[in-house]
């Protein structure tokens, strides 16, 4: 079964969190990634980030937006 927890969408805004989400599915997460950037990129300091958490605990940024740091 696939863990319904694996791919993470976090929404900031000045460093808060806002709002998240989680999908089993790649495919969804980066849809629902494009889909926030459009709905939300409005929001002051707002951030938008797609990860990816692997079954050893760990956690890894696959697509973030604005994607100009580091």
């Given at each position: 079964m696939d863990d319904p927890e694996r791919y993470r969408l976090t929404l900031t805004s000045d460093g808060a969190v806002v709002m998240q989400g989680w999908w089993s599915d790649r495919a969804t997460g980066e849809r629902k990634f494009r889909s926030?950037?459009?709905s939300y990129s409005g929001i002051p300091e707002a951030r938008v980030v797609l990860t990816e958490s692997e079954a050893d605990g760990t956690e890894h940024v696959l697509e973030q937006w604005?994607?100009?740091?580091a």
């Open positions: 926030w950037i459009g604005p994607d100009d740091e």
